[in-house]
C-alpha cells in the first residue's frame, strides 16, 4: 500500500538577526492511509514545527514533504488541523461556527450541509446548534471544533495538543470521543502530544524524536491486542503499561 504522506530527510531551521536555530534534523517517516500516528517529545524539540510543515505553512531547507506525491501549500484543503485551542467565535451560533468553513470556501452545498447535520445528531450536538460557546462545556466545544474540521472532509487532519487546555477528566472523555469519531469516519490522523498515556491509547504507531534539532529516535507500533480498541479501554489494556515504561525511556535517553 502505497503511503498517503511521506517525510524524506528533512531539515528545518529558524533565522533570526541572532543566528540560526536548528529545529528539524533529516526526519524520515510515512502516514498510511487510515493511519493514526502520535507524535511525542520533549518540550521545544520541534513537535509543532513538523505539523506546520505537513500543513505548507513552513518549507523544508532540507528534505521533502509529499502528500499523495504533490507537495502542501499553505491552506491546503487536502488537510484540516486543529489547535490547543477550539477558536469558536462567539458572536456565532454552534451550528454557524460549525460551517464557517464551508462558509468561507463557498461550499455551502445540500450534500456537505447534509454531512454536518448528520454530524451533529450523531456526536450530541444537534441539541446544542443554537448555543453560543461560552455556554457549551470544553469537552462539547472540542467535539465542536473537530466537526468544523472534518465538515471540509480533509484526506488528513493534523492535531496540535487539542485536549491540553481541559482538566484531566474531561480530557479523557473528549479523548475517547474524538477517537471513536477519527474511527468512525476512518479518518488518517497525526496527534502532537506532551501526553505519553494519551499517546499509547489513540496512536497505531508513536514517533519519538529527540530533543532540539529533533531526528527520530524511534518509531514504535501500537498493539494492544484488543478487539474494541477505544482510547479509554486501551488505557486498560495488560500491555499499555509495558508501552509506557519503553516510550518513557526512550525520551529520558533523548531529553
Known sequence: MKPLLEIRDVSLSYHTTAGETPALSHLTFNLMPGEFLAVVGPSGCGKSTLLNL????????????????????????????????????????????????????????????????????????????????????????????????????????????????????TRLNVSDDIGRIMKKENKPAILVTHDISEAISMADRIIVLTRRPATVARIITIDLELADRTPLASRNAPKFKSYFNLIWKELNQHA
Open 54 to 169: 505537513i500543513c505548507g505553512l513552513l518549507t523544508a531547507e532540507e528534505g521533502s514533504v509529499l502528500m499523495n506525491d504533490t507537495p502542501p501549500s499553505p491552506g491546503d484543503p487536502r488537510i484540516g488541523y486543529m489547535l490547543q485551542k477550539d477558536h469558536l467565535l462567539e458572536w456565532r451560533t454552534i451550528y454557524r461556527n460549525v460551517i464557517l468553513g464551508l462558509e468561507i470556501r463557498g461550499e455551502l452545498t445540500h450534500e456537505k450541509l447534509n454531512y454536518i447535520e448528520h454530524m451533529l445528531c450523531t456526536y450530541g450536538l444537534d441539541k446544542f446548534r443554537d448555543a453560543h460557546p461560552s455556554q457549551l462545556s470544553g469537552g462539547m466545544r472540542q467535539r465542536a471544533a473537530l466537526i468544523r474540521t472534518l465538515a471540509l472532509k480533509p484526506e488528513l487532519l493534523l492535531l496540535d495538543e487539542p485536549f491540553s487546555a481541559l482538566d484531566y477528566q
